[in-house]
């Protein structure tokens, strides 16, 4: 059973930087689509970044230029790097993966870890 563990979450300024991290067990392979989505008090979740097993990303318009997306596929594990953060970005982030391949099949999701940014 593939499980998400997240990390790096936590309290930050208008203006920091945090690096959430999720790591993958259970699988033998590497995911074919690895994201991040949040979900903030009152809305929708919302893709915020992803990156597929080709290498090509994508960003919601509200972060591109300040959130990065990347992997490290020995540990199949990846990141959110986000930089310039704004208290609009104050939410509940989940790494969410889905997987292709016959043993593992299926979509994930990780436990969620709270990102605030104070003003």
């Known amino acids: 059973q593939v499980q998400l563990v997240e990390s790096g979450g936590g309290l930050v300024q208008a203006g920091g930087s945090l690096r959430l991290s999720c790591a993958a067990s259970?699988?033998?392979?590497?995911?074919?689509?690895m994201g991040w989505y949040r979900q903030a008090p009152g809305k929708q979740r919302e893709l915020v970044a992803h990156?597929?097993?080709?290498?090509?990303?994508g960003y919601v318009d509200s972060v591109k230029g300040r959130f990065t997306i990347s992997t490290d596929n020995a540990k199949n594990t990846w990141y959110l790097q986000m930089n310039s953060l704004k208290p609009e970005d104050t939410a509940l982030y989940y790494c969410?993966?889905?997987?292709?391949?016959?043993?593992?099949?299926?979509?994930?999701w990780g436990q969620g870890t709270q990102v605030t940014v104070s003003s």
């Open positions: 969410n993966a889905v997987f292709r391949d016959t043993e593992s099949m299926g979509t994930y």
């Open positions: 990156i597929i097993s080709s290498g090509i990303t």
């Open positions: 259970g699988s033998r392979f590497r995911a074919n689509f």
